[in-house]
């Protein structure tokens, strides 16, 4: 059973460039969650999607960020005219319908994305 | 809002030696608690998680950590560190009614083992 899978795992953008970056959950999982992790810091979490829904983007900056979870395909983060602070590690996890409350996130490798 | 505090950004250890790592949570219901590793430049792995029950829970590779309310802890243990335990180690609160719609995260712990 392969785990949560992220690609381009690096990405390399110019200012003022868009960055699409792509999260595959685990197989059976319908919830993705999206987190940054800013050099020399711990994560911080952005969006919480279903299939075809955002349920919390409270995390996510008010402009030029974007997330989606069509009902095929991955779930992609799509940040448009990159600034440097967005120079970041991003990482998707994902987790199973939840019946219980005891589900776990498993996260993916991540993708680091340097601006330029 | 809830909080998780790390207060040790670095801990350096002799292999061999025992490690407890601290975890302070801020959370005003009964909070879910997760620990996480991360290795250089990879993702996040699951080493133990605490949602009810037995307050001292064991882990992979050895680790467990206990559930103190009282203090508002978890606090990571192992009790003799090997030099593949070199990694960033995070504490995570779940916020929800169902557990882990959104974790927060401490900023972590850097472990460095010597020889």
């Known amino acids: 059973n392969a785990g949560v899978m992220q690609n381009p795992r690096h990405l390399v953008r110019r200012r003022g460039q868009e960055a699409r970056l792509r999260c595959s959950p685990m197989k059976g999982h319908s919830h993705v969650y999206w987190y940054r992790q800013l050099p020399e810091e711990g994560l911080k979490f952005m969006v919480y999607?279903?299939?075809?829904?955002?349920?919390?983007e409270s995390g996510m900056p008010k402009e030029r960020f974007s997330a989606e979870f069509p009902k095929e395909g991955p779930s992609i983060l799509r940040i448009q005219q990159v600034v440097r602070g967005d120079s970041a590690a991003y990482f998707c996890?994902?987790?199973?319908?939840?019946?219980?409350?005891?589900?776990?996130?498993?996260f993916g490798p991540g993708t680091r994305l340097t601006v330029l | 809002a809830q909080s998780v505090t790390q207060p040790d950004i670095h801990i350096t250890v002799s292999e061999g030696a025992s490690l407890e790592l601290r975890c302070n949570y801020s959370?005003?219901?009964?909070?879910?608690l997760f620990w996480y590793v991360q290795s250089p430049g990879q993702g996040l792995q699951l080493l133990l998680k605490y949602f009810s029950g037995d307050t001292l829970v064991q882990g992979i590779k050895g680790f467990e950590a206990e559930f103190k309310r009282s203090q508002s802890s978890f606090n990571l243990r192992k009790p003799s560190v090997h030099w593949s335990d070199a990694a960033e180690y995070f504490c995570?609160?779940?916020?929800?009614?169902?557990?882990?719609?959104?974790?927060?995260f401490g900023t972590g712990t850097r472990l460095t083992i010597i020889p």
């Open positions: 999607l279903q299939k075809e829904n955002i349920i919390d």
């Open positions: 996890a994902s987790s199973p319908p939840r019946q219980v409350a005891t589900d776990t996130q498993y």
């Open positions: 959370y005003g219901a009964t909070p879910y």
């Open positions: 995570a609160v779940g916020v929800s009614n169902f557990g882990n719609e959104k974790l927060t």
